[in-house]
């Protein structure tokens, strides 16, 4: 049989991605995606809602991570903990997680155990409020609360994202509060926020359900109809409480520094960029990747090998909706390393991008493709990759297609982007000096 | 179609048989391991060299040597410069690394199959022919200094830091950090690392593992081609025991003034990778902590909320590696969560195992094994721990079998051979105000701030 990936004979390290897709929507408005991988007896099932942290109102901040807590505290017909046990007895994996625009769930299981998990998620999507009560609601604040403490509060440098989304994002932007929310919020959670969340967000027509690998595409999708056609349609999900609106560029250096208990120097440099769903978000990807991806890319060759300014570097593109998206870059330094000089390297290297050559383009190429073939051998990320791009953009097949987007990205578009975005007039520069006593 | 009863979990399908794919044993005219196995599913291959050049076989004078020897093999070779070789690899996409633990070095090569040809090659010249330049070499030793100096920031790795120390017998390798001191990483030379390479990176009990969408007759004319010239044994690694005299149960504090949580961690010296309770102890860790549904976490995050996790494991190495709880909880939850952790264990030795944990725990672990046979590289993981723990050839093919066959006596006999609730050393790294009365009054052991 034909792989879901073949390479092209004629050209080495050329990859043609063909995973098999198939699309169904019930009635009740639920996608459905199939892609179906016999090659191993594995399945992924991977539900993801179109809800994050973007949704969430004033005085709500953390509530849709919370919520995604409160969805494996049992439901109608499934015990507290009996999600895991009976997926972990099952001989499978499991969890979710929420971010900006959407929250996710998933299990991988060996595939004859399939309909376990469409029983599971389908009776937390049609019946998880019958099973609500105040103590699971207080033991999952509780723990909230110190997952909080343990990768926030005691972490240092724990607070970077809350901090740089407040300097990227205006006050009153979907994305100006962290995912994770404040103390104060997620103590006043109530079971009536519960049912009001669950109502508005938790719908068959706000939702997708993918399933990749070892299944039977027919049966699959009668299970599905079994598990799933009975769960009413829900009102349409309301527009977003706040405006993503915002400028393209932020307009200026916003600069803050943080003077705390931290080992080591570290500046974070942030920059305004097109959103995912924008064509431009192609260019950001690739000039991060110029940037961040691998030893040889700038970053690494020039501040950790060359200059020996950074003892580590980091970049990445967000892959965010709503208005504007972020690119980031950081840099951890030395001890006794002046802040000052670290940016300045950091800038160094971010304005040079307008001299990127086509040689490291298509490196960064080469390495994404490997990264993304690499990704693809795993039924869970392919459910994931494919759920996500059913959500936010109706298109399935983007996946076959990534590699042609990211390769159509010209070394021109880069050196354009380094200067339209890169630039001075566009930065969030976070700055993490270490205490005099540290 | 009769109408859907929700209340019944749904029963299981018909069980797919599927096996670990087959593993060719080409032993290689100088003397090295090879072992190959085809996964055509996707055009990917992942290679793994492993030798015998581990933190084990050090003195504490030179700790840290073998990690950042590996860690400066991407400081370039005699032909090419640590840029150019890093340029030449991801060129053709191709990701290298480097992982040296405490009983050998790992290079490892992930890249698409149509690239083998071109990246292995640049592979062995990165172990084969390393030039060790001074100003990488530097480089390498600074970064190991700001990483030992943020684990001291890291609450967690400071924990984990401080246990290791008290849970092994002085003066052995197992009580120190993988990564060297501040002291010993200054002997870490160019001269040491290129003498270092001479003598250990050296064929004799290692081997090379290829997994992925290939032909085996090519893979063994590239390792022929490669390596035939590299050959040799190692020095070989003076035995040691990690296990101190018996202790006393204790609690150690670290201060860390305003912590807002307290990382803990309980543990002691646990068992070594040829026990023959292997299969059993890890079973009956599974229950006590190695689950998201296990006795620690269902009590500790479930019931009373005191953190967001708590996990149990054996570190299972040549030696006794560590047995250890760990968790970070609330600081006013401190000695409750001490407390509690204590009694599991305490309880699940006492009490032993019941059956039905016994059957969830094999079914898990036998299901999720199949999980993890997807990808060329998760296969090459497990072919090279045959290497490195010279397990049975067909040991992977037999996994199954072995969990399935775990008895509830025989996990409760483990558990009580192996988990010594009476001498575990507990470390706890918070805010000593508001911890150390608590602890005082849990009267568990002694209390002392370090």
Redesign the interface.
Known sequence: MVGAIQLDPKEPGVSRLTIPIERHRLDNGLKVVLSQDRTVPVVAVNLWYGVGSRNETEGKTGFAHLFEHMMFQGSQHVSKNGHFEMVERAGGSLNGSTWFDRTNYYETLPSHELELALWLESDRLGFMLPAMDQDKLDNQKDVVKNEKRQRYDNQPYGDWDERLQALVYPKGHPYHHPVIGSMEDIDAATLEDVASFFETFYLPNNAVITLAGDFDSGEALGLINQYFADIPRGADVPPLAKDPTVAPLIGETVRQIVVSDVPLPRVIMAFRIPPFSSDDFAVAEVAQALLGQGRAARLYRRLVRERRVAKSVVSYAFPLLSGASMLLVWATGYPGMEHQALEAAIAEEVEDLRNAETAEVERAIALTETDLVRALERVSERADLLSAFELHFDDPDRVNRELDRLRAVSVDQIRAFADSHLGPDNRAVLIYDPKESS | ?SP?D??L??????????DFPEVERRPLSQGLDLRVARL?????VSVNLFFRAGEAGLSDEWAGLAVLTGDAL?GGTKRRS??AL??A???????TGVTTGWEGTSVAL??????LEEAMPLLIETMREPDFPE??V??VR??QL??L??R????GALASDEATRRYFAAGQPYARGQGGTEESVGAATTDAMRGYVESNYRPEGGGLVVVGDLDPDEVEVLAERYLSEWRGAPPAVVDFDPRPPKQERAIFVVDRPG???S?IRVGHVGASRSTPDYFALSIGNMLLGG???SRLN?NL????????GVRSSFGFRSRPGPFQVST???SEVTADAVRETLFEMQHLVEGGATEDEVA?AR?????????Q?????QIGSRLSQILMHGLDDDYYHRYRDNVRGVTTEQVSAAVRAHMRPDEVQIVVVGDAEAVVGPLQELGVGSVTVV
Do not use: W
Not at chain 2, 363 to 371: C, K, N, P, T, V
Not at chain 2, 373 to 377: F, K, R, S, W, Y
């Open positions: 179609m859907l929700r209340t979990q749904p029963a299981s399908g018909a069980i797919r048989h599927f055509s599913r996707l055009p990917m991407e640590g840029s890093a340029e690899l991801e060129s053709i996409g191709a990701r992930s890249c698409l199959a149509d690239r100003d990488e530097d480089r600074e970064q700001a990483a100096r943020q001291k920031m890291d609450p912590s807002v949580q990382e689950t998201f549904t269902l995050r479930e019931k009373n909320g005191f953190t967001y970070a909880v609330g969830a079914d898990y672990s036998a299901g999720i094994f199949g999980l046979l997807e990808t060329a590289g």
